[in-house]
């Protein structure tokens, strides 16, 4: 009975004697810790939209058609004809401006100048002086880079004759001032999308008549006159 009642009064002396802890709940700790974290972490800012930049469509580049609009000069040799006789080495240069519609007909004028005076056949001298021509021009290509080509229009010309320092009994002196229907026909080579070379023969008079002054007196009529030029030239389209 006293070593029970011993072990009680050694109890009761460690339990006044000690401070007895509570039990701690560590996973309830845990719990609120790990709230108080989530509140204390602030939401990312939301991101700023950008905007979305479409570059404007790029027209495709506008493909050229052919230039129809020409200009060209010539240099050409010329021969002038009458009944009594010809002369041969006149010379003259000729100034054009054209427009093609398509590749098979276009249209052209024409306006030309004399450069030298050369020797008749039925004595004195003669000279172009001017000359002027509209034309119809059908072409017929070629291939890509060549096309012959026709005229057919209307012409006027001046051609002058002279005595000459010199004459010889009959010589003619006088002036051709006539028009007359018009055709030629011609070789055109392009060089490239603008230049082009060109080969022709045009006549310019067609069987026109004229009368002259006769050296030693009186006049003489001719007829049958005929004006025809050929030669090299360039063209420009624009």
């Known amino acids: 009975m006293r070593k029970v009642l011993l072990l009680a009064a050694t109890t009761s002396v460690l339990f006044a004697g000690a401070d007895i ?23 990312a800012p939301a991101p700023v939209p950008v905007p979305v930049v479409c570059p404007a469509p790029v027209p495709a580049p506008k493909k050229e058609g052919p230039k129809k609009w020409y200009v060209g000069l010539d240099g050409m040799g010329a021969s002038f004809e009458t009944a ?3 002369c041969n080495e006149l010379a003259a240069v000729v100034a ?3 427009y093609d519609f398509n590749k098979y007909f276009g249209i052209e004028g024409r306006v030309g100048y004399g450069v030298n005076e050369a020797d ?23 291939g890509e880079k060549a096309h012959l080509f026709g005229l057919l ?16 009994e009959g010589a003619l002196a006088g002036e051709v001032d006539e028009a007359s ?43 049958d006159i005929n004006l025809d030029t050929y030669g090299l030239g360039f063209n420009y389209k624009f």
């Open 21 to 43: 802890e509570p039990l701690v709940d560590y996973d309830k700790q845990d719990v609120e810790k790990a709230v108080e974290t989530v509140k204390e972490v602030k939401p």
């Open 84 to 86: 009594s006789g010809k």
């Open 96 to 98: 054009k401006l054209g």
């Open 120 to 142: 008749h056949d039925a004595g004195g001298t003669t000279k172009i002086k001017e000359n002027y021509g509209v034309y119809l021009k059908p072409m017929l290509p070629l």
């Open 153 to 168: 229009g209307y012409a006027k010309a001046k051609v002058e004759s002279e005595w000459g320092n010199n004459p010889k």
């Open 181 to 223: 229907p018009s055709f030629g026909i011609g070789l055109n080579y392009a060089l490239n999308d603008r230049w082009s070379i060109v080969a022709e023969g045009v006549r310019l008079l067609h069987s026109v008549d004229s009368t002259f002054s006769k050296y030693g007196g009186g006049t003489q009529a001719e007829d």
